[in-house]
T-cell receptor
């Protein structure tokens, strides 16, 4: 158990819909990261928050957004969903920069 | 453009022998490297890391070697155990972007009893 909690574990939704994925980082970790793992793209970095502020942005679509709340949990919002958004979405957390990131179990999103 | 590459999609090793997993990178801004292990339907599990100021880091059965001039790192597992069978990802982080990790495509390691 990494200490990073993601909910829900599975999500099935229709195209055009909007979903919210939730992540609780390990106790004491200020940084939260979101990654997408799809069959054809592998594990790709989406976005990082550090203590409530956006720190780095990767290949995140404009239809996707994230935020980190004062209690340090984070949410990833995916809107106008397309079939190609079906993937595993992982959240990770770390104490700070240049320290190992610990991953949650992931949320499997299926868009039908 | 794949900045982190694991050219071997799979590797099969006999129990007790050494497993060597390789990783190449192209971005000279990477200064922190990590190896993760992943089982199906689970998140990646951190194994070992190395900073660019070192060329070797060891933790129990796991050793990571970094060759900066060749932009190459490797993970050695000695001795290999059947429980090590999983997909191994190398990841790299640039020195100007916090801990944003770029992952390789993974190598599936199978350790035969």
């Amino acid at each position: 158990d990494s200490g990073v909690t993601q909910t829900p574990k599975h999500l099935i939704t229709a195209t055009g819909q909007r979903v919210t994925l939730r992540c609780s980082p390990r106790s004491g970790d200020l940084s939260v990261y979101w990654y997408q793992q799809s069959l054809d793209q592998g594990l790709q970095f989406l976005i990082q928050y550090y203590n409530g502020e956006e720190r780095a942005k990767g290949n995140i679509l404009e239809r996707f957004s994230a935020q980190q709340f004062p209690d340090l949990h984070s949410e990833l919002n995916l809107s106008s969903l397309e079939l190609g958004d079906s993937a595993l979405y992982f959240c990770a957390s770390s104490v700070g920069s240049k320290t190992e990131a610990f991953f949650g179990q992931g949320t499997r999103l299926t868009v039908v | 453009d794949q900045q982190v590459k694991q050219n071997s999609p799979s590797l099969s090793v006999q129990e007790g022998r050494i497993s060597i997993l390789n990783c190449d990178y192209t971005n000279s801004m990477f200064d922190y490297f990590l190896w993760y292990k992943k089982y199906p339907a689970e998140g990646p599990t951190f194994l070992i890391s190395i900073s660019s100021i070192k060329d070797k880091n060891e933790d129990g059965r796991f050793t990571v070697f970094l060759n900066k001039s060749a932009k190459h790192l490797s993970l050695h597992i000695v001795p290999s155990q059947p429980g090590d069978s999983a997909v191994y990802f190398c990841a790299a982080s640039p020195n100007n972007a916090g801990n944003m990790l770029t992952f390789g495509g993974g190598t599936r390691l199978m350790v035969k009893p």
